[in-house]
């Protein structure tokens, strides 16, 4: 097998894009199924053809090159790759153990906007397999903690070194409003007015950067390096993705964002039903989970299982993730289920889909290689046993960048030794 | 440990510890739990309690006040019954009358002012229970004002007992009824080696713990292995599980020893009442085999010692809790009788959780062991059924099939046997007590929804009558009405 190369490009403002798949010289041909490209309606008995790790072509009337290598998906369900847009994995193996453990950084009082998260990402995690097992190609790995948390990036799931998976950093800046009693800040109103000085003095800093360098500014309200991966934010292109439940709070968010020109996420949200409209409006996406109707504090009273829903029927952009207990780690792959329990609150089918694959790739930045099949796309494609998001589904073939990536996980060589009594290894001979 | 999305991440460390909590209580001075019921003769020479009565123990001194509702007989018919007790029956009908189940079959014939339920496409299953939950000794909406859980001044606090810590208004309690729960087991957590008496409850609003008891259910033990009592009490030990151990055997040790002064004494009562001591009677209550031990216990080697401590002193284990690493000793579970309360996929976020797979009930099951799936949380509790259906289907994969027959077993009559209740709820057989959920489709599809639920013949919850919804009085006020088609 040849190994894909990605070139990483550091572009101008400290973006980095991986921008090639090339190398992967192989052509698939996924055919017979009902493939969901998401960007497009689904198409019975369809073809998604796989070139150098590209789709190539989409659709009923695939013309099927003699070379390809086949895989007969009759019967089966395809549809891109899942898109998981809030964990940890690759930065955090075992919560408990701290040493694993790199997705808060330490910051100054509470403002960590200079942490890239993603350079701790340790590619030999073990949690990798399970997620990409189970469908999801791409995840988004967010920094957590303070009031500016740090630099989310979006990684695929490729087995291979930290530059292969990149496939964008950052992808937004992560903030926590509200509840978040951080190192710099104890009430509601001192967490907006920091805020709004720290964006306020980004722009000052980003106009007076020599000044600043002769020391010739009034002191900012943030380190250099903070407010210096804060300026594609308060250019309005990156976004500013903000950990809010309360409604009262997002609705304090929005006005800010709005008075600063900041592109806004909200995450969380579980009082986002409660100003969808305005969210809907403002064309703000909402990352919401599916399985929380707990007033769990009282930023969440209003908590309720089918705000995706609610949220979707308002017209708002709508990403799915899991937010149930144990979730993160290797239950990134529960977010299939998540989506199944949206519609089973009232999300339709096909915007469930959407809202883990289209829709966080849009949100992100990267819907131009990931999150639906179109030619041109990498090719992360799943092809499923059925209905993906129910118990009795398998993903069957798992492509990322055209290349099949389903290995057995640590959990998978565990069942395999103990699936017979007395297990494997106790047995003469093993 | 419910994760709050916006710090989703930090949690699973607490879920270790917040998740298996305790609960502290100084009933100040009532009576105490259980003698055999031949000694149960004796205490009919005891003062009545009240002035005196004290000096010796009662064996109920929170009694239940719970009475079932008044009900219609109902009959729901041309459903899918999945029993728990045998076979599925497909166009069956099931008829609650007076609390109990009174009739199951293909033709069950109803009184005329019976409540009819039309279950077409539908399916009936026996109440669901789960056997580890914190409702009520961790409240929402938390904080430290709620967290009543864990009593944490000493490794072993046998003396207090997780009812008194329980917040009837406890939002969380209505959701679990609307998700089909009706039978909780609430457990102190798990800081402690030995962490106190459990309560069995039954999901129905009340002003007070004691109108939520489930009248005759006998008390559960908590005990906890591994790393969270060694973390909590690192500074003043036991640090080390090897100082686990040295802990639970000296508290099993005094035990016996009250055990026989009290035993002697209510055979005898030769001079005076032996001095009373809280956390003792319940220990002693243990080896006398009324109260059922619950033992959070992750990894296989441990589970391996506590059966060994259990044998030494002569008590046995009802069922391992959490136990990712069961299906490395189901074998072994197996032979003993003891059963593993699970999760299909939690697991990792500790070092003792490593080792956890999802087909874990599944080949638990298959390896002769009574498998429950349990929750220790209140968003899983809402669905142990879509986790049994994960560990069927990732059963399927390794070659290990469950029938549904079976797995619907790992949330109703498994965990009914756990609490030694077995013979009251946990099957749709006739004369069980009438506690039955209607699903929109199966149970074990994502797509399902609970649509009816009745506790004792009464209707309890129904999803298309959003004004009857249980609300507790927390609600009032802070939760916005109504929780739409979403409870």
Redesign the interface.
Known sequence: MMRERLARVTIALGFIVATSTAGYAQTVAITGGKVYPVSGPVIENGTVLVRDGKIVAVGANVTVPNDATRIDATGKWVTPGLINA?T?LGV?E????QTTVD??ARGDSGIAASFPVWEGINPAST?FAPARNDGVTSVVVVP??GLIAGQAAVIDLVPGTLSDMLNKAPVAMVA?F???RDGGSNARGEQYARLKEILEDTRTYARRRSDFDRAQTRPFAARRADLEALIPVVEGRLPLMV???QASDIDAIMRLANEQNVKLIV??G?ESW?VAARLAAAGIPVVV?S????????S???A???AAA?LQRAGAKVVL?G?????????VR?LK?DA??A????LPWEAALRAVTLTPAEMLGVANRIGSLQPGRDANVVVWSGDP??????AEHVLIRGREVVSPSR?DE???R??S???AYRKPGN | ?????????????I??LDGCAPAQATSSTQPRPAAPTTRARADTNRPAPGAGGVSVPNADPFPSTYVAPPSRATLIRDVTIMTAAGPTIRNGSVLLRDGKIAAVGTTVSAPADADVIDGRGKFLTPGVIDDHSHLGVYA????DALSDGNELTNPVTANVWAEHSVWPQD??FP?ALASGVTTVQILPGSGNLIGGRSVVLKVVPSASVQGMKFPGAKYGLKMACG?NPKRVYAQRGPSTRMGNVAGYRAAWIQAEAYRRRWDKWNADHEGDAPQRDLGLETLAEVLRGNILVHNHCYRADEMVQMIDIAKEFGYKIRSFHHGVEA??V??RLGKEGISASL?S???????EA??????NLA?VSA?GARAIVHSD????M??LN?DA??A???G?????HTTEDEAIKWFTINPAWALGLDDKIGSIEVGKNADVVLWSGSP??????VDRVWIDGAAAYDRANPASWWRTDF?LG???VP?????
């Open positions: 809030l940890s955090a075992i919560n408990a153990v997705r808060s949690l957590t903690g926590q509200g509840d978040a950990n809010v439940d995450v969380g579980a409660k989970g399985l929380n109707n707990i007033p769990q504090s009282f969440t009273l209003g309720r299982q089918d609610l993730i937010n149930g207990s144990g979730e993160e780690g290797f239950n529960n289920y199944g329990v519609v089973a609150y009232g998001f129910e118990f009795t589904t398998r959990q565990l069942m395999q103990y699936k009594y007395p297990p | 440990m419910r994760i709050p999305i916006a710090v989703a991440f930090a949690a699973a460390t879920a270790g929402a909406p938390g904080g939002p969380q959701r790393e299906y490395k189901a074998d999760w996929d939690w697991g990792g976020f500790k070092m490593m080792d956890g797979v999802r087909a080949m390896a949380d209140p968003s899983g809402q669905r879509h259906a994960k069927m289907a990732a399927e994969q390794i070659g290990i074990f599809s994502v797509y399902s929804r609600e802070n939760v916005p929780n739409g088609g979403a409870r």
